[in-house]
């Protein structure tokens, strides 16, 4: 039952045109589990070091989330610093200290061999690989990836491309990894590396779907506050697989609507830094954008 | 009755990563005429040389275009020579040979006063705003302008924009015309200028509307090819005009559905280089991109 999510929590240190914040809690795996929080059951899968405190993993335990897969080891926690310029497109990454996070080999406690929606996020291939083989039940297994490894580690990333079912990447990334500049293109190439349901970030811009045969393009929310986009990427995919794991429904029109729940969590997320926002909506909140979401694109012809 | 457009025409020279082409029929008015010629019957006013053969008048009376409009003057057309880089995002400008263009003065025949959508391509906002005056009993009047005009005709833009209906300009334009990133607060303080209806061209990913209070955010079509993005913003205008001349209706679901049908026509017009793929269109190739364009979109929750 439920989504199961493998991946890091870190401590991040951000700085943007709109303000900053230290030290606060972030992660993949830490706004992924809060984002599907909303929608299903969420185990989370991550290490964490003598640093991380009661009052943080009480962050996830006040949304519900299974923390038994969490590991506390010898050392600190993941530590990142980054600032965004004026477009607020890219991070520029000051200081990145792995710490307990470098020597992560990911340990599925037996209680979660039941998970049927499985994320792995962007971390070593070959650790995704490793963790996708042990729940070979799985429903549907998605990934993120980044340029880091397709570069650095292209034969584990195409091991573990052909044994999931939905990649999930940035615009950039899936431009990198097919070779091709024409986003229909890349997702033709991409599905052919095992991947038949292909998720492409476009920050700002919104999201495309390529599910085998089928795509869809969602633009974003249109935001009047938009102060931190780190942590927009695993937020949208924690309500895109809340949303699948919630609805058990592969078919093409729910995968859709997984995309706009999703892009409706991303949108909450950039209003504040870190988890400030997620943490504070309501399910009111929720299906309220969701409306606003339909009216924003809505047309009939 | 009808569309009628002030602009450029030009013959341009354009190398892309797909492919080149020399001295094909261009400029602003061309694209526009051509996409709106298939919605609604279309007035041309415009300036080209000596050098401008019967056969680059004949494409315009193909589309049934008038062409009373188009003045023949000592000296050579207007020439544009440019290249796109592998993203297809911005055109470097090689060469430009405003001839003809430079003294361009628009001069509307009697017989179009009757027009009732104008649409003032990229000219200088004097010109802009002489042209407009001469049609006081419009039902829509849009404009197009650059950030050449924003940085060194403020003063005359800002008149202009005081007598236009809408504005129909690219995202950076959009932000560097309101000093804002945010696009939802550029558009209250381009709003606040005067045109109550705002359309930002996003070029690859879509374009949003700010009509009034209501806001409507469409990706663009995704192509599997796209060959020349040269006229793509014109050609949009011609298909959103053009929808409107056609229907006479100016309520929020119809500027949406303008809105798609200027994206549809859009979407052919970088499939080939110059006008080859608009002038080549049936009926049923835009009816049948405009369902693909819903197939593409769609979500229901």
Same sequence: chains 1, 2.
Avoid: C
Avoid at 5 to 16: E, H, L, M, N, P
Avoid at 37 to 47: G, H, L
Avoid at 72 to 99: C, H, I, K
Avoid at 211 to 228: Q, T
């Amino acid at each position: 039952m439920g989504v199961m999510v493998v991946g890091s929590v870190a401590f991040d240190s951000i700085r943007t045109p709109y303000g900053e914040a230290e030290d606060i809690l972030g992660g993949s795996a830490t706004y992924f589990s809060v984002a599907a929080s909303w929608f299903a059951p969420v185990r989370v899968v991550a290490v964490v070091g003598e640093d991380f405190e009661d009052r943080h993993l009480q962050v996830f335990q006040s949304r519900a989330i299974d923390t038994a897969g969490i590991e506390r080891a010898p050392g600190r926690t993941f530590r990142w610093r980054g600032e965004y310029s004026q477009d607020m497109n890219e991070a520029r990454t000051l200081e990145t200290q792995l710490n307990v996070f470098e020597q992560f080999q990911p340990k599925i406690p037996p209680s979660h061999a039941s998970t049927e929606f499985l994320f792995l996020g962007n971390i070593h291939p070959a650790l995704q690989l490793h963790v996708r083989r042990q729940l070979p039940g799985a429903t549907l297994v998605a990934a993120d990836s980044m340029n880091f490894w397709i570069v650095k580690t292209p034969r584990e990333l195409a091991q573990t491309l052909k044994a999931v079912d939905v990649l999930i990447i940035n615009e950039g990334e899936a431009k990198m990894l097919s070779g091709r500049q024409n986003l229909r293109q890349a997702a033709r190439a991409i599905q052919a590396m095992g991947p038949r349901k292909l998720v492409v970030k476009r920050g700002e811009y919104g999201v495309a779907l390529f599910n085998d045969g089928d795509a869809f393009s969602a633009p974003a929310f249109l935001l009047d506050e938009f102060k931190d986009p780190t942590g927009a990427g695993d937020t949208f995919a924690g309500g895109f697989m809340g949303h699948l794991a919630r609805s058990k429904d592969l078919s093409d029109a729910n995968m859709r609507r997984a995309v706009v729940y999703g892009s409706v969590m991303a949108s909450f997320a950039v209003e504040d830094f870190g988890l400030r926002r997620l943490l504070a909506l309501t399910a009111e909140d929720i299906e309220s954008r969701v409306h606003q979401f339909i009216r924003l694109t809505h047309f009939d012809v």
